[in-house]
């Protein structure tokens, strides 16, 4: 499947695209975290889960306002909030690139999605995680395209033209080169199928 087929077909129709869609994703956010906002102890005690929430959410109005082509003083806020968060969690997940339910544990080293991969529904993300891009022959990011409830470990690097199915989870410092089929647990460098669930 070349890129331009890649974006045809799989163009976010999860994608928020009115004030409703921004809270019923925002609440499937949430519910991932515990159904608990951070409170304001745990931004005066820099508490990672305070920053790693606000950025899911600057993340979501980022969405939402590019999704709907306005770029007026709310959107320049959010997108600040996204990108100065960003910096403090060491985390920079391109906007729209992931379904509802997104939940990314831990601030550590780079955690990374690029604009080309795609990911479904219940992701989670942790520290060190790299969802990359390489180039083809016309420099367009070849799609990475991950389905929904997968678990990344710790340090998880994804590279190529992969596809990765639902109900996945891959362990830590793990290397993805080759896709995965469903319910499959993977691990090692390059990752392989460790068992299947049922």
């Known amino acids: ?9 799989t163009d976010l129709v999860n994608m928020i695209k009115t004030k409703s ?15 608990e906002k951070p409170t304001i102890a745990d931004r005066i ?3 990672e889960k305070w920053y790693l929430w606000q950025y899911v959410k600057a993340l979501r109005h980022v969405e939402y306002h590019m999704n709907k082509g ?4 709310l959107f320049y806020w959010w997108w600040y909030r996204y990108k100065h968060l960003g910096a403090h969690t060491r985390c ?10 997104l939940v990314i544990f831990h601030i550590g080293d780079y955690t990374g999605v690029k604009p080309s991969a795609r990911i479904g529904k219940n992701c989670t993300l942790r520290a060190g995680v790299v ?4 180039f083809d022959e016309t420099g367009d990011g070849l799609p990475i395209i ?7 470990g710790l340090g998880v690097k994804v590279f190529g033209q992969i596809t990765i199915g639902n109900n996945v989870s891959i362990g830590a410092n793990s290397v993805v080169t080759h896709d995965i089929p469903d319910n499959a647990v993977v691990g090692g460098i390059p990752a392989k199928v460790i068992r299947k669930e049922e």
């Open 70 to 73: 306005r770029r007026g003083l």
């Open 1 to 9: 499947m070349d890129s331009k087929q890649y974006y045809q077909t």
């Open 92 to 101: 920079k997940v391109s906007p729209n690139t992931t379904g509802p339910g």
């Open 146 to 152: 991950i389905g929904d409830n997968v678990n990344f």
């Open 21 to 35: 869609d921004l809270q019923e994703w925002l609440a499937h956010d949430l519910a991932r975290y515990g159904d």
């Open 131 to 134: 969802i990359g891009r390489r």
């Open 45 to 47: 005690l820099h508490n």
